[in-house]
């Protein structure tokens, strides 16, 4: 059975906004005699608030993480998702021990290996291959061990040409090629990437994941990854944590995770817009989409047995107009999942005045996977073919199951694999 090797507990950061300090010199020695010399907690962060930075704060005082309690196995790949600002960075600095927690306690078995941004723990002035040897010196490896690798950690980087330059000289793909290569062959029991991999072309990201997958299943060291990717989150991890607003808000199984993530950002399920700001052509506005359940309310979560209806509302600014409405859906791993157009609309044979029209479409239930969705829509002509406009991401709404939908999963309570989940007819 795998052993914990890293464990958080009832970690917080805060940081203040503006000033720092405490605002006199007695509360300054308080607080370093409190903190620094009795261990005790932080009196002067006691007011605060969460990191939402969707709305305006009274305090000073911004909790980056709040409460933190999670433990990662040796052999884990886990992968921290969330949004900007959910905190995924200040727990990955805490964990390398860049910052210091404001309360909590880390305990960590084994060397770290952090790769958190551009050029860390890189000397500008040294070589590549010096600074190979100053990183494998950091994490307490002898100069014969570091040699041993010396090879492979260039070959792997691709800059083999230039390991004598000063990397000052480096563009920040270089940079990043040999600090992952470093960071990944250096014999660290725990390795730990934030998103700085996107500064790689595809090639190497790809080359970088493969390389996080054999530290993790071939060679039974401890992966943490931070991306946006959620493909790449899925194919290396195999656990997730969901940051959001610096807490958790789910750990377990990836899949999951991703989930959880990507339907929670589903918050709108009907927008408008006036005739200024709406996105147009010079013949048609879209005024408003709205995604309704069977009753015909708005709702952004729907049961995967009922149907759903997104309804359009358009404005036609020049009289006369030829054309028809389309519609594309896709999952929130950007997956394609179908295209609609009107074809038969009478408006592809007879004109249209000026003025405000509605149109709805139908999606039938027992049709789409539990899943999170968004949907496009275009207004285009025929005869020749031509996009009007076409507007991406203008709503979104969840397919959610019950477990006690006996009709469409029997007793089988786990995830159904797929992007689509009609009920069809076994003859």
Same mark, same amino acid.
């Given at each position: 059975?795998?052993?914990?090797?890293?464990?958080?507990?009832?970690?917080?950061?805060?940081?203040?906004?503006?000033?720092?300090?405490?605002?006199?010199?007695?509360?300054?020695?308080?607080?370093?005699?409190?903190?620094?010399?009795?261990?005790?907690?932080?009196?002067?962060?006691?007011?605060?608030?969460?990191?939402?930075?969707?709305?305006?704060?009274?305090?000073?005082?911004?909790?980056?993480?709040?409460?933190?309690?999670?433990?990662?196995?040796?052999?884990?790949?886990?992968?921290?998702?969330?949004?900007?600002?959910?905190?995924?960075?200040?727990?990955?600095?805490?964990?390398s021990r860049v910052t210091s927690p404001t309360t909590g306690e880390?305990?960590?078995?084994?060397?770290?290996?952090?790769?958190?941004e551009v050029g860390t723990g890189f000397h500008p002035e040294l070589?590549?291959?010096?600074?190979?040897?100053?990183? /494998? %010196? @950091?994490?307490?490896?002898?100069? *014969?061990? &570091?040699?041993?690798?010396?090879? #492979? =950690?260039?070959?792997?980087?691709? $800059?083999?040409?230039?390991?004598?330059?000063?990397?000052?000289?480096?563009?920040?793909?270089?940079?990043?090629?040999?600090?992952?290569?470093?960071?990944?062959?250096?014999?660290?029991?725990?390795?730990?990437?934030?998103?700085?991999?996107?500064?790689?072309?595809?090639?190497?990201?790809?080359?970088?994941?493969?390389?996080?997958?054999?530290?993790?299943?071939?060679?039974?060291?401890?992966?943490?990854?931070?991306?946006?990717?959620? /493909? %790449? @989150?899925?194919?290396?991890?195999? *656990?997730? &944590?969901?940051?959001?607003?610096? #807490? =958790?808000?789910?750990?377990?199984? $990836?899949?999951?995770?991703?989930?959880?993530?990507?339907?929670?950002?589903?918050?709108?399920?009907?927008?408008?817009?006036?005739?200024?700001?709406?996105?147009?052509?010079?013949?048609?506005?879209?005024?408003?989409?709205?995604?309704?359940?069977?009753?015909?309310?708005?709702?952004?979560?729907?049961?995967?047995?009922?149907?759903?209806?997104?309804?359009?509302?358009?404005?036609?600014?020049?009289?006369?107009?030829?054309?028809?409405l389309g519609f594309n859906l896709f999952n929130n791993h950007n997956?394609?999942?179908?295209?609609?157009?009107?074809?038969?609309?009478?408006?592809?044979?007879?004109?249209?005045?000026?003025?405000?029209?509605?149109?709805?479409?139908?999606?039938?239930?027992?049709?789409?996977?539990?899943?999170?969705?968004?949907?496009?829509?275009?207004?285009?002509?025929?005869?020749?073919?031509?996009?009007?406009?076409?507007?991406?991401?203008?709503?979104?709404?969840?397919?959610?199951?019950?477990?006690?939908?006996?009709?469409?999963?029997?007793?089988?309570?786990?995830?159904?694999?797929?992007?689509?989940?009609?009920?069809?007819?076994?003859?």
């Amino acid at each position: 059975m795998s052993k914990p090797v890293i464990q958080v507990e009832n970690l917080s950061k805060a940081y203040q906004i503006g000033q720092i300090g405490t605002g006199t010199i007695s509360r300054d020695i308080e607080r370093f005699w409190l903190t620094k010399v009795l261990g005790k907690e932080d009196p002067f962060l006691k007011i605060g608030e969460a990191n939402d930075r969707s709305i305006k704060g009274d305090s000073d005082i911004v909790w980056s993480l709040k409460d933190i309690n999670f433990e990662i196995n040796q052999g884990d790949a886990v992968g921290i998702i969330g949004k900007n600002g959910a905190g995924k960075s200040t727990l990955l600095k805490l964990l390398s021990r860049v910052t210091s927690p404001t309360t909590g306690e880390i305990k960590v078995k084994g060397r770290i290996a952090s790769l958190l941004e551009v050029g860390t723990g890189f000397h500008p002035e040294l070589s590549g291959r010096e600074n190979i040897y100053l990183n /494998g %010196a @950091i994490l307490g490896m002898r100069k *014969k061990e &570091i040699t041993r690798k010396l090879d #492979e =950690i260039i070959d792997f980087s691709g $800059v083999e040409r230039y390991i004598d330059t000063p990397v000052k000289r480096y563009s920040s793909g270089m940079y990043v090629r040999l600090a992952f290569a470093v960071a990944a062959h250096l014999e660290s029991e725990i390795l730990i990437v934030d998103e700085v991999l996107a500064v790689g072309d595809a090639e190497f990201q790809k080359k970088c994941l493969g390389k996080m997958g054999d530290i993790s299943k071939g060679e039974g060291r401890t992966v943490l990854f931070v991306s946006h990717n959620m /493909g %790449a @989150i899925k194919n290396l991890c195999s *656990k997730g &944590i969901l940051l959001e607003n610096g #807490e =958790i808000t789910y750990a377990g199984d $990836v899949d999951n995770a991703i989930e959880h993530y990507l339907m929670n950002s589903n918050n709108a399920a009907s927008k408008s817009w006036d005739l200024i700001s709406a996105p147009k052509s010079k013949s048609f506005a879209l005024l408003g989409v709205k995604v309704l359940n069977q009753e015909g309310e708005i709702s952004v979560n729907h049961l995967i047995t009922n149907d759903i209806e997104i309804e359009f509302t358009y404005q036609i600014l020049e009289d006369n107009q030829l054309f028809t409405l389309g519609f594309n859906l896709f999952n929130n791993h950007n997956i394609h999942i179908l295209s609609s157009h009107d074809s038969n609309s009478p408006t592809l044979k007879t004109p249209l005045k000026k003025g405000i029209y509605s149109r709805r479409i139908r999606i039938p239930g027992n049709f789409l996977a539990e899943a999170g969705y968004n949907c496009s829509f275009a207004i285009m002509r025929y005869d020749p073919f031509e996009v009007e406009f076409h507007e991406m991401e203008i709503v979104g709404f969840n397919v959610i199951d019950e477990l006690g939908l006996k009709t469409v999963r029997g007793n089988y309570s786990g995830k159904f694999p797929g992007v689509v989940r009609p009920l069809l007819n076994w003859i």
